[in-house]
């Protein structure tokens, strides 16, 4: 709504002649955010999907506990994913947040595998919810793609939104095939928790690629 009133914006409009689709390919960073995002969702579908089934039966946590900590991790994550796009810290250090949050995704998702404490997974949970805050980062980061068009813009988003749904179908799948094998709950969950690892690799390789604000 205030880039509309620019000539700058005013300037990228008139210019789109091209098809839009080819933005895909022009942009390497669409494909990064994509990889970070992927990662990211499917460890937190995954866990979504199998963790309660695994903290009651195999860990022995009250349903109720796993309820909580279910409920604490998505109200944690609202207004994390709020601020980290407000506030002008987070703002400054995008990708730095994307590191972060991908440490403390993988940190937080190992520890529900082997802490059973009721207090420790509420606050794990919590912990949890605010990691997410990669999300919003990697959304907003795709308007701000060096020189990229208006409706670039639109097709980056779509791709990236696709990819997410990818991994939030792919992660759970990885999941039920793995203890389909091996009968295994706890390593199939473990196998996921490496996946944000695509958040830090992501972030690292596009440092070099956004300019500097």
Known sequence: GEERMTDD??????????????????????????????GGIAVENAF??????????????DTRIIGL?????????????????????????RLTVIVVTGVVTILSHLALLFISSSVSIVLISILR???ISYFPVI???????????PREVAVGLAFIYTVMNGGAAIGP??????????????????????????????????RSRMPRH
């Open 9 to 38: 914006y005013r300037d990228r409009l008139s210019s789109q002649t091209h098809n839009p689709l080819t933005s895909i390919l022009k942009y390497k960073e669409l494909w990064l955010l994509g990889l970070a995002m992927f």
């Open 48 to 61: 979504s999907v199998f963790w309660p089934t695994f903290a009651e039966l195999n860990m022995g946590v």
């Open 69 to 93: 900590g279910m409920g604490l991790y998505m109200l944690s994550a609202a207004p994390a994913e709020l601020l980290v796009v407000y506030l002008p810290f987070f703002q400054k250090r």
């Open 129 to 131: 919810g605010l990691s």
């Open 139 to 149: 959304v907003t980061l795709v308007y701000q793609l060096p020189n990229i068009k």
């Open 173 to 206: 799948l990885i999941v039920g095939f793995i203890q389909e094998a091996t009968g295994d709950l706890r390593m199939s969950l473990l196998v996921t928790t490496f996946f944000p690892i695509m958040l830090l690799l992501s972030a690292v390789l596009m």
